[in-house]
């Protein structure tokens, strides 16, 4: 009775051998990956005031200096809101565009959508001085305005790009039906091509969230008294490193696995519909 | 006198250098089943879209009921389309789906309610009216699209090859379905389909289309059995076309001199031009009755079983092209036996072109 058992052990490891090259690979390109985010997380927890090893935690003390922080709250409080308001108009900005694209016969139709995806290939820094030289031309004070219209110049080709995608030849042929039975432009627009995509502009959404919630260089170069999570971190990493800097890091990284974890979780959800 | 539903006035219709419709004129009648047939790229689903309101001819112009639709939208038209991929509202339910056209004419909740259920009983959907358009079989979601357009009751209810995305069994049994709903509604249907089959099931009117312009217009049983034109012989069921040259011309007949034969068939085509005569391959026969001619003989080159007949090929003597012959089902036939066939006369069909 042994012998069954045994043989598939055998299998087992003689595979494990077989495959070693492959799966030391793997081993190696999630390490790279992921260990400075582990080492990030793992010293946030220690207890002595330098985080390096040796590891000498557990420890919550510096979350809970963290949240003590008014500054650093008031820059969390900042980076929620500038990260929600300026999704929102990128989605409904992306829509419009899309939709207008997609379902009007607009000459140069091509031209447009080329223009509107190009930011995505231009680097931060380049949007950020562009902003920044347009804000002072104009006389604009920099703010968290400022930094929310970056926001906007940088999400809204993501989510046309994405809306865009999701606008094709079935959807356009219900949104047809739906003419047919009489209803005008705006109801199907409405009670159609929106209800239709929602999974994409949920998705769009929140993608764009988690952009802006990671986003240091332009909200560096166009915000000055009122500032971002990321910023707050960069002017406090000047001052040196500390737990303290690692538990806030732990925080911004966790709430991004959240958000892209529920993004996840909803689109294979709408697959299997 | 019946009434005329729809007319079409010289449509044309070009996509850029593309000519998709040339000099379309046909008349309609009320509460009729019209069927348009052709191949792909025969121009009838553009003929209904403009029909519909999602194209607007570039000639010509369309009455419905008398009234001019020119510039008139989909909207607005009395017309509604079942779609080749139904395009029923995926975030809806059953009766949401059905309920929607009602709710875009304002119809009161009450009534809606009413009309809603009576249009679902009617295509048998009644006990699925809550559930998801995603829950549905392809044959369900079928019927919901007819439903749909059904309930917000059109004066011309357009199907888009509404069909076509059933298996074989499904289809024949929905087709039955929808000729039984448009005699209990009275509606008139216009149905677009490239399966000659399934138009000589449900048409009570059929309309071959090739190449952007009409080549017959007729009832199953004169379309079938009295082709107008090369085209249709071909497409509806299969044909032998025999080509000859008039010889004399005697009242409303014609006599035709064939490569082996001379036939007297019905028509009007002065002495001496080139014909071709369509004869369908159940209309040869191996015996000799009154009344038939003889075509001569060949023999056989190919032959199958196929349930209601044999199938086989019959290479004529001095004939081009090889001859097409459905034999009983107790005669079977041999490879090389060699056949005399005849026809009657009243079988033979001169076409126009």
């Known amino acids: 009775m042994v012998t069954p058992n045994s043989r598939v052990g055998v299998m087992a490891s003689s595979r494990l051998f077989r495959n070693f090259p492959a799966i030391s690979y793997v081993v190696l390109i999630y390490g790279f990956i992921f260990l400075p985010v582990v080492v990030l997380v793992l010293f946030s927890f220690q207890d002595s005031r330098i985080p390096i090893p040796p590891f000498d935690g557990p420890s919550l003390k510096w979350y809970g200096a963290i949240l003590d922080d008014r500054r650093m709250m008031d820059a969390l409080f900042n980076s929620v809101t500038v990260g929600l308001l300026s999704s929102m108009v990128s989605v409904v900005l992306g829509f419009l565009a899309a939709y207008s694209l997609a379902r009007l016969n607009i000459p140069g139709a091509r031209f447009f959508q080329g223009l509107l995806i190009a930011p995505l290939t231009v680097s931060y ?81 929140v993608l764009s969230v988690t952009f802006s919630w990671d986003e240091f260089i332009i909200a560096f170069m166009v915000s000055r008294f009122d500032v971002t999570l990321p910023v707050e971190i960069w002017s406090m990493l000047r001052s040196g490193l500390n737990p303290k800097t690692n538990a806030v890091g732990s925080l911004v990284f966790m709430v991004s696995f959240v958000v892209v974890l529920l993004l996840d979780v909803l689109i294979s959800r709408t697959r299997r519909l | ?100 056209g009602l709710k875009m004419r304002k119809v009161p909740r009450a009534a809606r309610e009413i009309r809603v259920s009576k ?181 056989v080159t190919e032959y199958g079983f196929r349930g209601t007949h044999h199938q086989c090929t019959v290479r004529m003597e001095r004939f081009d092209t090889p001859l097409r012959v459905r034999l009983p089902q107790s005669k079977i036939p041999a490879s090389g036996e060699q056949l005399t066939l005849y026809v009657d006369p009243d079988d033979a069909v001169l076409l126009d072109r």
């Open chain 2, 119 to 299: 249009a679902l009983a009617m295509v048998k959907l009644g006990p699925v009216a809550q559930n998801r358009v995603h829950e549905l079989s392809g044959g369900q979601r079928q019927r919901v699209a007819l439903a749909r357009s059904l309930v917000v009751e059109p004066s011309v209810l357009l199907l888009d090859e509404p069909l076509g995305a059933l298996d074989l069994k499904l289809r024949r049994q929905m087709q039955d379905e929808l000729k039984a709903i448009q005699k209990r509604v009275g509606t008139t249907f216009v149905h677009v389909t490239h399966d000659q089959e399934e138009a000589m099931a449900i048409a009570d009117t059929i309309v071959v289309m090739n190449r952007g312009s009409i080549e017959d217009v007729g009832t199953p049983e004169r379309v079938y059995l009295r082709p107008a034109t090369r085209f249709t012989a071909n497409f509806m069921g299969e044909s032998n076309i025999l080509t000859g040259r008039v010889t004399e011309v005697s009242g409303e007949f014609v006599t035709v001199a064939t490569a082996n034969t001379n036939m007297a068939v019905r028509g009007t085509v002065p002495v001496d031009y080139e014909v071709a005569i369509s004869i369908r391959p159940e209309h040869l026969h191996t015996e000799d009755k009154s009344g038939r001619i003889q075509l001569g003989t060949g023999y």
């Open chain 1, 125 to 205: 820094l380049i949007i950020a001085m562009g902003l920044l030289i347009t804000f002072t031309e104009l006389g604009i004070p920099k703010s968290l305005l400022t930094v929310g219209i970056g926001h906007v110049v940088i999400n809204m080709p993501l989510c046309f790009a994405i809306l865009y995608s999701q606008m094709g030849e079935h959807q356009a042929n219900v949104e047809r039906a739906a003419r047919d039975l009489g209803a005008h432009d705006l109801q199907v627009m409405l009670l159609v091509s929106v209800p239709m995509l929602w999974p994409a502009l949920f998705a769009s959404f």
């Open chain 2, 1 to 100: 006198m019946t009434e005329e539903s729809v007319r079409f006035l010289d449509i044309g219709m070009r996509f850029g250098a593309t000519v998709a419709l040339v000099g379309i004129n046909l008349s309609i009648t009320e509460g009729s089943y019209v069927v348009l047939l052709g191949p792909s790229g025969g121009g009838k689903t553009t003929l209904l879209n403009i029909l519909g309101g999602f194209l607007e001819p570039t000639s010509g112009r369309i009455e419905i009921k008398g009234e001019d639709m020119a510039g008139v939208p989909a909207a607005k038209r009395p017309t509604a389309t079942v779609f080749q991929d139904y395009a029923l509202f995926p975030h809806m339910s059953i009766e949401g789906n059905v309920a929607f």
